[in-house]
C-alpha cells in the first residue's frame, strides 16, 4: 500500500500561482511515476503532468509553458508549481503514484482560480 498525502491547494486570482505538494509513503517501488491530474464535476479525470522518478516529464498542452512539475525522491514528494492561472484551471487536483506495486491516488487538492 502506498499513501498520498496532497496541500497547496485553494483560491486565488487569474494570472496568480500556486504550488501542491504530494508526499508518498508506504511501500514505495522504484521505478515508478507521480504524476497529478485534475477533475471538474461531471468529466473525466484527465492528466495534468508526470514525472518518472528519473526525471522525464510530460505535460498536458494545456499547461505546458505555465506548469512544472518535480520531485524529491529523497521525500518522495512530487510538487507542481501552477504560474498564470486561468479560470479554466479550476478543478479538483489528484496525486497518483504508480509503481510495480500497484496504482494509488490521493484524495484530492480543490484549486479555484477566481476573481
Known amino acids: 500500500q502506498v499513501q498520498l498525502v496532497e496541500s497547496g491547494g485553494g483560491l486565488v486570482q487569474p494570472g496568480g500561482s500556486l504550488r501542491l505538494s504530494c508526499a508518498a509513503s508506504g511501500s514505495i517501488s522504484r521505478p515508478n511515476y507521480m504524476a497529478w491530474y485534475r477533475q471538474t464535476p461531471g468529466k473525466q479525470r484527465d492528466l495534468v503532468a508526470d514525472i518518472h522518478d528519473r526525471g522525464v516529464t510530460n505535460y498536458a498542452n494545456a499547461v505546458k509553458g505555465r506548469f512544472l512539475i518535480s520531485r524529491d525522491n529523497a521525500k518522495n514528494t512530487v510538487y507542481l508549481q501552477m504560474n498564470s492561472l486561468k479560470p479554466e484551471d479550476t478543478a479538483v487536483y489528484y496525486c497518483?503514484?504508480?509503481?510495480?506495486?500497484?496504482?494509488?491516488w490521493g484524495q484530492g487538492t480543490q484549486v479555484t482560480v477566481s476573481s
Open positions: 497518483r503514484h504508480s509503481g510495480s506495486l500497484g496504482t494509488y
